[in-house]
């Protein structure tokens, strides 16, 4: 085995990529950049029944949106190709090294037709039921096996696993784990239509392509002491395993598809930051040496050991990654985020009118861009009736009367200004603040209402005022003073 850390991503092109396959692929690629190793994405396609059409494009997509550069694959010839497995399949490499478990004693050719096979007795393995074969063709002759292929009698490849004995694997997380050969089913390794397994191919393409670590959902922690003893039947040197903890959703439920949220074409859609995304999925199961929370991706390659991953379930909690993304976009350059932030504005926003600067109002105070519309809607038109309640502020000691009076008397200052800059309306009211002895939230909570219909607004009146300009001002004004009248 390579002295050089390989590891490899092998997705299976299915449909999006969930949040549990890309923290392995996160994982994977942290592991290999932290030792200077290599990273190789190879494709799992050989279930042809669950294959999606247009899924190999959404897994490089993913990767290249997640900064997730891979060394080798099919795109990048290593010397380990074909990286897809249908075209390695083409090689024959499948079943050369199924032949040769064959010869060895260590599998079998099973000619068992449905029938048989619906007849065996069934057990429940982790909440489902399966059959248990029972050796029957082991004890096939080999004549009666070749007599079989001659006739071009159907056939699977099983592996011959003993009922005596246990078999034992070592996972960097969960130690030394025992099982007992009886407990353990013949699994098929080479299909009826001459396709391997996904537990056999993944198996020889590992050993084959020289990979060092494999890193996968402690799902599989079931299914490693049958890839166990291939490498055994093989004589192969096994790699080293990390076996990641189970995501959950915030009712500790496995995380869903049907959640809305379990993909990270999900997430981008939407409107979370893929810099963002990769940063909260890092800390799904791993943690730093200190408390810290944020990390460009460089900033993981140099701190990420997989002995600190967590044997516990990992909560994805989206209100934190919310929170997280949030810290993300209140970093963002301003330009970068006028460009993100655009075609939300537009969504609300069809006048002409100062877009940029409504963009800086609002990039300190989202968390997703979908947050934008909603919060800048009244730049475009009032709302058709708000709840004159917002008036009244107990902070502000404002009152329906109070908040009257206040535009009243703000409204001929505002007519009779000319200059619509934030800086200048400021002044403007500041002025009339001093003058009759108020403090300021009690002049500029009514105006902002007023302006917005809200009572939470990115901006402040006289903001507001500037964006919207002095005609629009003033009718919004004499609106709410005729709304108050009543």
Not at 23 to 38: C, K, M, N, P, T
């Amino acid at each position: 085995m390579s002295t050089k850390i390989r590891t490899r991503y092998a997705p299976s092109p299915t449909g999006k990529m969930h949040v549990g396959n890309l923290r392995s692929a996160l994982y994977e690629f942290l592991i290999a950049r932290h030792e200077d190793g290599v990273f190789m994405l190879r494709i799992e396609d050989t279930d042809q029944e669950r294959f999606v059409e247009g899924a190999t494009e959404i897994i490089y997509r993913t990767l290249e949106q997640a900064g997730l550069v891979h060394d080798e694959g099919p795109d990048k010839d290593g010397g380990y190709g074909p990286y897809v497995q249908s075209e390695r399949m083409k090689t024959g490499i499948y079943m050369k090294y199924a032949k040769e478990l064959i010869d060895r004693g260590e599998a079998y050719y099973c000619f068992c037709d449905k029938e048989r096979l619906a007849s065996l007795k069934t057990e429940v393995v982790e909440g489902k039921e399966i059959s248990i074969y029972d050796k029957h063709c082991l004890g096939l002759s080999k004549e009666e096996v070749e007599a079989n292929l001659a006739a071009g009698k159907p056939y699977v490849i099983r592996q011959n696993i003993p009922n005596e004995g246990s078999t034992t694997f070592h996972d960097e997380l969960y130690g030394d784990i025992t099982v007992e050969n009886a407990d353990m089913d013949d699994m098929i390794l080479i299909k009826s239509d001459g396709y391997p397994t996904y537990n056999f191919a993944n198996v020889v393409d590992d050993h084959t392509m020289n990979v060092t670590h494999v890193v996968r959902g402690n799902e599989y922690l079931s299914s490693s002491p049958k890839y166990q003893r291939l490498y055994d039947a093989f004589g192969w040197e096994s790699p080293t395993y990390v076996h990641l903890p189970l995501i959950t959703d915030e009712n500790h439920k496995k995380l869903s598809k049907r959640s809305g949220h379990s993909s990270f074409e999900d997430l981008i859609e939407q409107g979370f930051l893929a810099e963002a995304v990769v940063n909260y999925i890092a800390l799904l199961g791993w943690s730093p040496e200190d408390n810290r929370e944020t990390f460009s991706l460089d900033e993981l390659i140099r701190e990420f050991d997989y002995h600190r991953i967590s044997k516990s379930p990992a909560v994805f909690d989206v209100g934190k990654l919310k929170w997280m993304n949030g810290e993300y976009v209140k970093a963002m350059d301003p330009d970068a985020f006028y460009e993100k932030a655009l075609p939300y504005i537009d969504q609300a926003i069809s006048k002409p009118l100062d877009k940029k600067a409504i963009a800086a109002m609002v990039q300190t105070r989202i968390e997703v861009f979908p947050d934008i519309p909603g919060m800048i809607d009244f730049f475009e038109e009032m709302p058709e009736e708000y709840d004159t309640e917002m008036y009244v502020h107990k902070k502000m000691k404002t009152d329906k009367a109070s908040s009257l009076k206040v535009l009243q008397d703000a409204l001929p200052l505002l007519e009779d200004a000319d200059d619509y800059s934030n800086d200048t309306l400021y002044g403007v009211l500041s002025s009339y603040v001093e003058k009759d002895g108020l403090k300021t939230g009690f002049v500029m909570w009514p105006l902002r209402c007023a302006l917005s219909g809200k009572a939470v607004t990115p901006a402040g009146a006289t903001q507001i005022m500037e964006i919207i300009g002095k005609d629009e001002t003033i009718k919004r004004i004499k609106e709410a003073i005729k709304l108050l009248s009543e």
